[in-house]
């Protein structure tokens, strides 16, 4: 290769920006206080987390973000749980993040990614709930004037056990906010939950049917403009000149204006008119040196990552694996890739800004609502107590609405305008050319058996890009990311299911120019498939069941074992297939929860699969809504196998080719089975759910491939295989 | 200008004929329930009922629907009544973003016209709007339980 990409460092300063302008604040989570605070209505907070206004109407905040989820509900839960709430009665609202900063945090992390909605909140949100129910039963206590310990309270009613008297929340809710929170708050065993663990309906469903629900895309404010963007193709380029001359007669055209130092938008009355003179303006592109790379020249670089000569982080090494390989009695080597995918959100990035000179409000869909509150600070220049993010819901996350990059320019526009309300919106083009990509790896392994058919030695060795490095380098471990090793780690919430003598698990980090972001499972997805194909292809050669081989590999790892199990006797792994049906089976451990998948798949002409069956675990430690897990599941099958079937971007000129649907499609319901699902939590920890599952898809779907034509398909997507669905 | 009857009522629209329906819709007639997704047809999140057919309204231009009637997801309850897909979704907990759903429903509403018992088959036919999250197991029950209810 003749040029080494160039990695853009905009995106370094970003993400370090965002803890420095005004959230590096401590934490203070309040259960409550003398001070009453209350709601814009003017209920009665009894603590942060809950609201109750004088008809029992509970209203639970939410600081993470609701983008399908399922989150908003799970988190409601389980506040309502401790809370003994009639759950009827539950509305849940978001405070802002200003709201928030200006509270010293109050509402904790709002960030929404890495599966962790719930399970890194579930402590505190119950613990309020808690409080504010011992606060409550409290206040009744006091009214009545006996003993607490006579009183208790279930569905948002308090009773007097010797005396049978009544009342309810909504009755005593003004002097329990009046109160002191209890200084000692005991939780409920999970045994004894009643509304957490019980598959309730969502509380956001019924706007979703009729058209009602607000996303980004609908905000509408008084003399609201449209803007429409173009960023520069190129990653890294910049933006050279535009003849504005040509479009600023156009109809609705207002103005035309320069976004930092890489686009230019047009705004108008409205989108539609912003859309048509943008593609009508001339715009130059200073494209740079990025400009050389190809998806040809970033493999090339990768490749050479998987020489060992080359420097590589050790992720995960036990015994001498290099030594065991030399002396094997076999070997078996393979190499696999995996290649830009886009998030391909329904509802293109998109966000509303109004920004006076004391003032600057947006208005958007976000997965941090913290993150896009820095980029206001920092877009705007304006501090803390004069900004804020009023969040929406989002049509779509999948890891892409944690980054702020479009917030940004949202404010950038704004601030050319001042006083006006402008609503910017990437067009779908815009969308697939400017994502934050699931990064592009290569992978070699390498096993090693004995005299005696036993595996004795595992070297993986990975080369290719760091998410972290671009978004996050501060989360670097001298130099190293140990991201990269998701599911393939020594011990922790993405452990490695086989016990090895030999083991070498390595990273050779190349970034090339294309920006990488968290893309549901991050990297998961992609060492899932090299593990789990490898690991039948081990099976291979050793002669044995790919499920029999992978089982002695995991006496010590008991609930990943579990997991794979449980698909297994529910697939029927023993018994024979249908004819013309084959299977195949993975697992995995990611963000705390162990996940394993089979599927049954026929195969006509060598190359159109149809999915039959697919069958899949999760032992996520604590199921909280049973019915959201099997959507998580079924719908990260969706996500996935489009991925594998569809998906995989490529690099020409520095841009990424694809720019619609119709280059980069999605699965279709003719093309989807049903999901059986496996909900076994084993308690004692909080697992993920939203993305876990989806790793297993791809190698399950590969694996059974491989029993129907003999053939192992070593890179995705299967469409560069000329395989498709039937 | 041009005269669109949507949902039954008349709007005159300050947009140039060769203006996508769906932007006319969503930002002169400010009915936002109709999404946009691509703009090329593929995905069917901006799914309008044009004379009672399922029509991907960023393919048609203002000037092809003047005359026709429009129904958009927001016109499609009656009476204060849901229809009956609207319910089966919100009965089966379909939607988990939501914003493929309005397009969603609105070709289901059309099909379930055409064939009110329709086999797998028949949906895996007529039913080609995308949803990134996935939600298809839970369409295809909602729609078999819409087609019995």
Redesign the interface.
């Known amino acids: 290769m003749t040029h080494m990409p160039v990695l853009s460092r905009r995106s370094f300063v970003i993400g370090s920006a965002a803890v420095g302008s005004g959230l590096a604040l401590g934490l203070d989570l309040p259960f409550g206080g003398p001070g009453v605070v209350r709601a814009a209505d003017g209920s009665p907070e009894v603590n942060a987390w809950v609201v109750i206004r004088p008809d029992d109407t509970v209203v639970i905040r939410i600081a993470r973000s609701e983008?399908?989820?399922?989150t908003l509900t799970g988190l409601a839960q389980l506040v309502a749980e401790e809370l003994e709430c009639d759950w009827s009665k539950v509305t849940t609202e978001y405070p802002t993040p200003g709201q928030s900063v200006a509270r010293k945090r109050a509402w904790g992390d709002f960030s929404t990614g890495g599966s962790r909605g719930i399970r890194t909140s579930q402590d505190y949100v119950r613990k309020g709930g808690a409080t504010a129910r011992m606060m409550l039963v409290q206040a009744a206590a006091n009214e009545w004037n006996v003993p607490v310990g006579e009183c208790s309270a279930a569905s948002s009613v308090i009773t007097h056990k010797p005396s049978g008297r009544t009342t309810t929340y909504g009755k005593v809710v003004e002097a329990a906010a009046k109160l002191s929170p209890p200084a000692d708050v005991k939780l409920k065993e999970p045994k004894d939950w009643r509304i957490v663990g019980k598959g309730v309906?969502?509380l956001?469903?019924?706007?979703?049917?009729?058209?009602?629900?607000?996303?980004g895309?609908?905000v509408?404010l008084p003399g609201m403009l449209?803007a429409a963007i173009k960023d520069c193709p190129v990653f890294g380029g910049r933006l050279k000149s535009f003849d504005d001359s040509k479009v600023v007669a156009m109809?609705g055209v207002k103005k035309v204006v320069k976004v930092g130092d890489s686009a230019v938008a047009v705004v108008a009355d409205?989108?539609?008119h912003a859309k048509v003179a943008l593609d009508a303006l001339p715009i130059v592109w200073d494209e740079g040196d990025n400009a050389k790379v190809s998806s040809a020249s970033i493999a090339k670089w990768l490749e050479e990552g998987l020489d060992p000569a080359q420097p590589a982080f050790i992720g995960n090494q036990n015994g001498d694996a290099k030594a065991a390989v030399a002396g094997a009695a076999r070997k078996v080597e393979a190499v696999y890739s995996y290649p830009y995918q886009n998030h391909?959100?329904?509802?293109?990035m998109n966000a509303t800004a109004l920004y006076t000179a004391d003032k600057c409000e947006v208005w958007t869909g976000t997965q941090n609502g913290e993150a896009a509150f820095a980029a206001v600070l920092e877009a705007s220049g304006l501090p803390a107590d004069k900004c804020d993010v009023h969040k929406l819901?989002?049509?779509?996350?999948?890891g892409r609405r944690g980054m702020t990059d479009y917030v940004r320019q949202a404010v950038t526009i704004a601030r050319q305008m001042p006083g006006t309300p402008i609503k910017l919106?990437w067009?779908?083009e815009e969308d697939m050319q400017h994502g934050r990509y699931h990064p592009i790896t290569q992978c070699k392994l390498t096993g090693a058996f004995d005299a005696d058919n036993n595996l004795t030695a595992l070297q993986v060795r990975l080369s290719g890009q760091s998410i972290l490095f671009s978004v996050r380098p501060d989360a670097l471990v001298n130099g190293m990311d140990p991201a990269a090793f998701q599911g393939l780690a020594p011990q922790g919430e993405a452990a490695i299911g086989y016990s090895l003598p030999n083991l070498l698990v390595e990273h050779s980090m190349r970034n090339p120019h294309v920006p990488p972001g968290f893309w549901r499972g991050v990297n998961v997805n992609h060492n899932a498939i090299y593990l789990e194909c490898f690991m039948d292809e081990l099976a291979l050669s050793a002669g044995q069941d790919p499920l029999d081989f992978r089982r002695k590999l995991m006496g010590k790892h008991p609930k990943h074992l579990a997991v794979l199990n449980a698909v297994a006797e529910k697939i029927g792994w023993t018994t024979p297939p249908p004819k013309g049906v084959f299977r195949g089976i993975a697992q995995h451990m990611g963000y705390g929860s162990y996940v394993a998948g089979a599927t049954e798949i026929s195969v006509t002409d060598g190359n159109k699969i149809k999915v039959h069956r697919i069958v899949a675990a999760t032992d996520p430690g604590y199921a909280v809504n049973p019915?959201q897990i099997e959507?998580q599941i079924?719908?990260?099958?969706?996500?996935g196998l489009?991925a594998l079937f569809y998906g995989g971007l490529t690099v020409k000129d520095g841009r990424i080719e694809e720019n619609?649907?119709?280059t980069y499609n999605?699965?279709?319901?003719?093309e989807?089975p049903?999901?059986e699902s496996i909900i076994m939590p084993s308690g004692g920890f909080w697992g993920g759910v939203g993305e876990p599952t989806i790793c297993v898809a791809a190698p399950a779907v590969l694996n059974a491939y491989f029993a129907a034509t003999g053939k192992r398909i070593r890179s995705v997507p299967l469409r560069n295989h000329d395989i498709s669905f039937a | 200008m041009a005269s669109l009857t949507i949902n039954g009522k008349a709007f005159e629209i300050d947009?140039?004929a060769d203006?996508?329906l769906l932007?006319a819709i969503r930002?002169?007639a400010?009915?936002?329930?109709?999404?946009?997704?691509?703009?090329?047809a593929?995905?069917g999140?901006c799914t309008v009922h044009l004379d009672g057919a399922a029509t991907r309204s960023c393919g048609v231009t203002v000037g092809e629907a003047v005359g026709k009637q429009i129904t958009?997801?927001?016109g499609?309850?009656a009476g204060g009544m849901?229809h009956k897909v609207?319910q089966a979704?919100?009965d089966n907990?379909?939607?988990?973003?939501?914003?493929?759903?309005?397009g969603m429903?609105m070709a289901v509403t059309a099909l379930l016209r055409d064939k009110p018992k329709p086999s797998d088959a028949d949906?895996?036919?007529a039913?080609?709007?995308?949803?990134?999250?996935?939600?298809?197991?839970?369409?295809?029950e909602a729609i078999h339980a819409a087609a019995s209810a």
């Not at chain 1, 956001?204 to 996303?215: E, F, Q, V």
């Not at chain 1, 999605?666 to 003719?670: D, E, G, V």
């Not at chain 2, 039913?127 to 295809?140: A, E, M, P």
Request: net charge neutral.
């Open positions: 983008m399908g989820q399922g309906k969502r956001d469903t019924a706007d979703k049917t009729t058209g009602k629900m607000i996303y895309v609908d509408t449209n109809k409205t989108w539609w391909a959100t329904m509802e293109p819901m989002l049509g779509g996350g999948f919106i067009s779908r019915a959507r079924a719908g990260s099958f969706v996500y489009s619609n649907f119709d999605s699965m279709r319901i003719s989807m049903k999901v | 947009a140039e203006t996508p932007w930002e002169n400010g009915l936002t329930g109709t999404k946009y997704g691509c703009g090329i593929q995905c999140a958009t997801i927001e499609l309850a849901l609207q979704w919100i907990d379909v939607p988990q973003c939501g914003y493929c759903q309005s429903i949906i895996d036919e039913i080609t709007n995308i949803c990134r999250c996935g939600t298809f197991q839970q369409v295809r």
